[in-house]
């Protein structure tokens, strides 16, 4: 039953019934200036609809533990305000969360976890009031220097040592 929309377009029609993407609708628009990466900052990020945080606590960390993301965003966290207790639970150490969760409402939530180098501004509220969102601001923290060993004093009596 599909057609062929056009005799320059290979994608067929499908019938208007039918849930299909019509690519012959899609025009190719050329880049004039190729994008510039800024290759000093790479980060590692995970999206992960977690179906209740609180249900997969351990799976959680251990997604953080194996794959050490930058940024493990979080949808449908189901997070309420008696689950903070178990917010710990989901973070391994050197991380940090930011979350907003549905008030009022069963199921709902996001939420970001974040290793603790980097600089999150407080997350920015959205107006919505029909789904939840979290805007936030990111930088990295200056490295912090290593602590050196205490400079080691000189032997003593190393005047009695042969030589």
Not at 59 to 65: F, G, H, N, R, T
């Amino acid at each position: 039953d599909a057609l062929p929309i056009s005799p320059h377009c290979t994608h067929t029609h499908y019938p208007s019934t039918a849930m299909a993407p019509s690519h012959c609708n899609l025009t190719h628009i050329p880049c004039k200036q190729p994008p510039t990466i800024n290759h000093l900052f790479t980060y590692t990020c995970i999206l992960l609809n977690c179906h209740s945080a609180p249900a997969h606590t351990h799976e959680i960390e251990d997604l953080i533990a194996t794959h050490k993301p930058d940024f493990l965003f979080l949808t449908e966290t189901w997070l309420q305000p008696q689950h903070t207790p178990i917010i710990p639970d989901l973070l391994p150490p050197n991380y940090l969360i930011h979350h907003r969760d549905r008030p009022n409402k069963k199921g709902g939530g996001v939420a970001v976890i974040y290793k603790d180098c980097y600089s999150i501004q407080p997350p920015t509220l959205s107006p919505y009031t029909s789904f939840e969102s979290l805007t936030i601001n990111c930088s990295p923290l200056p490295p912090q220097p290593h602590p050196r060993p205490p400079h080691l004093p000189a032997p003593q009596n190393q005047h009695l040592l042969p030589h």
